[in-house]
């Protein structure tokens, strides 16, 4: 007897995640780990895509993080000048790491710190000439990347979860 086909495709392989929830189920059954499937992939995947890359700037001799600031100034647009105020709303790191991050970009001739002119206490970083340079390569990498990331999905899975991820994100900024 053959079973007649579906239209649906077939269900993903069971990954460490649903291992997880698995164990959590045996271990304590009182919980509800459900939000787990959810969560506990989101970090995974997280750790995953910025392994992939840093280890796709690693020829770029730049990090995740440090391709997170100069991508910030380039997108910003001619003068490619922000301030860290600016800067800090657009990348995930605390101010002490950001210092530290602009101190190594600026040493490598990346960016150069301006006087703004409202606040002589305050410091713009501006991508120089070679920080732009490298930006276009480093984004130009890591948008292929990322690509490759969701090869697996179709557009419009892409643009469903696009979407539900940032419901979700959405949801948790309201809290």
Not at 36 to 52: K, P, T, Y
Not at 63 to 86: F, H, N, Q, V
Request: proline share 6%.
């Amino acid at each position: 007897m053959t079973t007649p086909p579906t239209d649906s495709p077939p269900s993903p392989a069971p990954d460490l995640i649903d291992q997880l929830l698995a164990d959590w189920r045996r271990e304590r059954p009182d919980l509800d780990a459900s939000a787990m499937a959810v969560a506990g992939r989101v970090l995974h995947l997280g750790r995953l895509l910025e392994a992939q890359a840093d280890e796709c700037l690693k020829a770029l001799e730049l990090s995740y993080t440090e391709l997170d600031l100069l991508a910030t100034l380039r997108r910003s647009g001619a003068p490619y000048r922000l301030s860290p105020t600016d800067l800090r709303r657009s990348v995930l790191l605390t101010s002490g790491a950001m210092t530290a991050c602009l101190n190594r970009l600026q040493r490598r001739g990346l960016l150069r710190r301006e006087a703004d002119p409202r606040d002589g206490r305050s410091l713009f970083a501006v991508l120089t000439a070679k920080g732009v340079k490298l930006a276009e390569r480093a984004i130009a990498l890591r948008f292929e990347q990322a690509r490759l990331a969701v090869a697996g999905l179709d557009a419009g899975e892409r643009a469903t979860l696009a979407g539900l991820l940032r419901k979700l994100g959405q949801g948790m900024a309201a809290d």
